[in-house]
């Protein structure tokens, strides 16, 4: 039982960093100490200590001896290396989709087109992050692959936590309806063509998130909580 509430306690403490740093309440380099977050979240330090632990582990903390934890920033290698990732895996997925042309889960998605048109319209730009990632989630979805869909959650959460931390409000990779087009592509058996706007689509958002992550770079040092104390 005791295990069952310090795991429920270390998820809270984890869920509000990271919606803290999703919606940028949280910035690169900003200092997350222990004592604070016990407070705040009327938790054990040890709770705290454990979900800074998962959180470094996702890269999205950092943390040195003597020296506490702090919102991390991520390189550009590691931008690039996710992004990587998820072209090898979505080629696959628009890949097989092309192949099976499943009438049901396109029309899922194109009602999941109008949730994202909602979110755009009334600026919700937390929500439109999410939903963009959702999208994707929802082509793989599509596959019934539940070993595949639990990976690619991960890499998605990942991706949109990026987005959202990152990039400005504009989401100019995601306009001309580029999910549209996907959609149609598939639902025609066009390959080829859902594979190149798989690829040019997600090179676009890998590049807003560098840029933005660059300009960060600028201002941006590990310990700068260290001087601002």
Known sequence: ????????????????????????????????????????????????????????????????????????????????????????IEI??????????????????????LLEEEARRNHDHQRLIHLLGEFHIKLAQALNNPVLLDWFRKLISRASLFAAALDDERHDACRDDEHLRLIEFIEAGNQNAAIELTCFHLAAIETAIVESAGKLKASYHPLKHLIET
């Not at 628009?94 to 029309?107: F, P």
């Open 92 to 113: 696959g997925v628009v890949t097989e989709l092309c192949r099976r042309r499943d009438s049901a889960a396109m029309q899922d998605l194109r009602e999941h087109l």
């Open 1 to 88: 039982m005791a295990d069952k509430k310090l795991e429920t306690t270390v998820d809270r403490v984890y869920q509000g960093v990271y919606q803290a740093i999703s919606n940028r309440s949280l910035r690169p380099g900003m200092k997350l100490g222990e004592s604070s977050l016990a407070e705040l979240f009327n938790v054990s330090r040890t709770s705290v200590r454990a979900a800074l632990k998962q959180l470094e582990a996702d890269g999205l903390v950092s943390t040195e001896p003597n020296k506490g934890a702090w919102v991390s920033l991520p390189s550009d290698e590691e931008i690039r290396s996710l992004f990587e990732t998820r072209r090898l």
